[in-house]
């Protein structure tokens, strides 16, 4: 029903800033909440942010808040996750997810979501 494709991820230094995007397909996208999470080698997935249908709340882990930003543009079904001041800790992969619940507000929790990305590496150095 929706298909996620990550793009954006690449190497930069601690301190550094770098954007992904998530380009969905399907004509519902602006129905579904979205997130981000991550997934470091040897490390369960963790949640990253997460975005309502209509983009009017966010969500953020407290290992990011003040750092990443999730923003959304329904008309261009895509989301994006611009992330500043980067830390070698946030050295990972990151996958989009879409929650395909009705105009949803968004979750913390992976099983909430249905449609994956297949994820764009993120390497910070130190």
Known sequence: QVQLVESGGGLVQAGGSLRLSCAASGRTFRRYAMGWFRQAPGKEREFVAAISFSGGNTYYADSVKGRFTISRDNAK??????MNTLKPED????FCAADLTDYGVGSRNSYAYDAWGQGTQVTVSS
């Open 77 to 82: 079904n895509t989301v994006y996750l611009q």
């Open 91 to 94: 050295t990972a992969v990151y």
